[in-house]
């Protein structure tokens, strides 16, 4: 008699541990169930990188930011400060806003802008790998692959250095929200709270770049969108 092949409990995708070390799961799920529905996401799994592809470059498929919160958090996330401002976001939106956003966005990603880019991602990505190499021990993610853009986008943006520890802390707090299991009281909370303070932080500097625009990607996203019908 041939065993059944392991099969992956709904319960563990909103484990905590899934979300610590989801490897193991990943390996189990790409043996016995590459293509694998989870009733409490109401949403499918995939494991494996041509499937991955083949989702992400077909149109019929969908992000559905708005039922995914609805299925994780109930009815009440549309109430929610996180998710109005999440539904804003060029990421997390499907056609036909997704098209409007991602027409405005690319509009000063012009080539010569990416290729005046090169020097500062260079000098950026060199400084964290001597900061790396003078400490004589590095975590690949936490010393290079993440300060790394996060450097090149407070360069972009033309933000303060002062506030990048801020930013991104915003930012590590946002990822709550599109995790698998769904947040506790205390995790919606911070949500909430960082949604707001990042909304009123850029929503000043936006304001600002309005009366005094720059060279940086701020201002240009102004003058764009301002001119688009």
């Not at 090169?118 to 004589?136: K, L, Y």
Request: proline residues 8%; charged residues 30%; negative net charge.
């Amino acid at each position: 008699m041939t065993a059944a092949p392991d099969i992956v409990d709904d319960s563990v995708f909103l484990s905590p541990e899934f979300l610590d070390n989801p490897y193991p799961t990943y390996h189990q799920l790409r043996r016995t169930q590459p293509v694998r529905y989870i009733e409490p996401m109401k949403a499918w799994f995939l494991t494996r990188a041509e499937d991955v592809r083949i989702g992400y470059s077909d149109d019929r498929f969908v992000l559905a930011y708005e039922q995914y919160q609805v299925n994780r958090m109930g009815p009440e996330a549309l109430s929610q400060d996180y998710f109005k401002f999440g539904r804003e976001f060029l990421a997390l939106s499907d056609p036909p806003e997704h098209t409007k956003l991602r027409r405005i966005f690319r509009q000063p990603f012009t080539p010569k802008r990416v290729r005046d880019m090169a020097p500062m991602v260079e000098r950026h990505a060199n400084e964290c790998i001597d900061r790396a190499f003078a400490s004589g021990t590095a975590d690949l993610v936490h010393d290079y692959a993440g300060p790394v853009p996060r450097r090149v986008l407070q360069t972009l943006l033309d933000l303060p250095e002062e506030d990048e520890e801020m930013i991104f802390n915003w930012v590590e707090v946002f990822y709550q929200a599109l995790e698998a299991p769904p947040m506790t009281p205390e995790q919606l909370h911070e949500t909430n709270a960082a949604t707001r303070e990042s909304e009123e932080y850029f929503g000043g500097l936006i304001r600002e770049r309005r009366v005094r625009p720059g060279t940086d990607f701020v201002s240009d996203l102004i003058q764009i969108n301002d001119a688009d019908d």
